[in-house]
Antibody, heavy 114, light 108 residues
Framework: QVQLVQSGAEVKKPGASVKVSCKAS????????MHWVRQAPGQGLEWMGW????????SYAQKFQGRVTMTRDTSISTTYMELSRLRSDDTAVYYC???????WGQGTLVTVSS | SYELTQPPSVSVSLGQMARITCSGE??????AYWYQQKPGQAPVLVIS???ERPSGIPERFSGSSSGTIVTLTISGVQAEDEADYYC???????????FGGGTKLTVL
């Protein structure tokens, strides 16, 4: 069956960068878009962007443009989300997701603290 | 920027019908997706493409669309349906996606 397995929790200092990975299995990874979504503690879901896993094309929410980069390595069925210049309000659980089929990773907690 | 609007909360008695709405300008042209999220868990897709129910989702969950409003209906609400519900859709160019603010469903 389809699985999206994300990398483990991270603790970062303000100003640093974090790179979260999402390894896919159980389907042709070049077929779909991969979306990234985050959820701050006690808050709602926030769409960050998508990557076309075939072409590598991307679209980022305006809020994150200039700070987020989404990439993929099709040879290992993995997509990446890197967020730079971290602030304390970037503390959240970050998810990769195939929106249409409804497949989500387990989430990666990123904590930004000095 | 594009926005989807949901009511913050909906309360319904056990066994009754719950309706959660989501409004957005592009919804007549773009599909909406509905997610259920329980505390500490990843979201679960309950309705795809306005009205399609994924495999494994109970029949009491249904979706509909009318103009700029999409609606998630839960018929015969069960205690386990108490959760946060989010709609998700794209703007008219399908470049940017957005979640509604979420609706907390309380089962009385």
């Amino acid at each position: 069956q389809v699985q999206l397995v994300q990398s483990g929790a991270e603790v970062k200092k303000p100003g640093a960068s974090v790179k979260v990975s999402c390894k896919a299995s159980g389907y042709n990874v070049t077929v779909n878009y991969m979306h990234w979504v985050r959820q701050a503690p006690g808050q709602g879901l926030e769409w960050m962007g998508w990557i076309n896993t075939n072409s590598g094309g991307t679209s980022y929410a305006q809020k994150f443009q200039g700070r987020v980069t989404m990439t993929r390595d099709t040879s290992i069925s993995t997509t990446y989300m890197e967020l730079s210049r971290l602030r304390s309000d970037d503390t959240a659980v970050y998810y990769c997701a195939r929106v249409g089929p409804g497949d989500w990773g387990q989430g990666t907690l990123v904590t930004v603290s000095s | 920027s594009y926005e989807l609007t949901q009511p913050p909360s909906v309360s319904v008695s056990l066994g009754q019908m719950a309706r959660i709405t989501c409004s957005g300008e592009a919804l007549p042209k773009k599909y909406a997706y509905w997610y259920q999220q329980k505390p500490g868990q990843a979201p679960v897709l309950v309705i795809s493409k306005d009205s399609e129910r994924p495999s494994g989702i109970p029949e009491r969950f249904s979706g509909s669309s009318s103009g700029t409003i999409v609606t998630l209906t839960i018929s015969g609400v069960q205690a386990e349906d108490e959760a946060d519900y989010y709609c998700l859709s794209a703007d008219s160019s399908t470049t940017y996606w957005v979640f509604g603010g979420g609706t907390k469903l309380t089962v009385l």
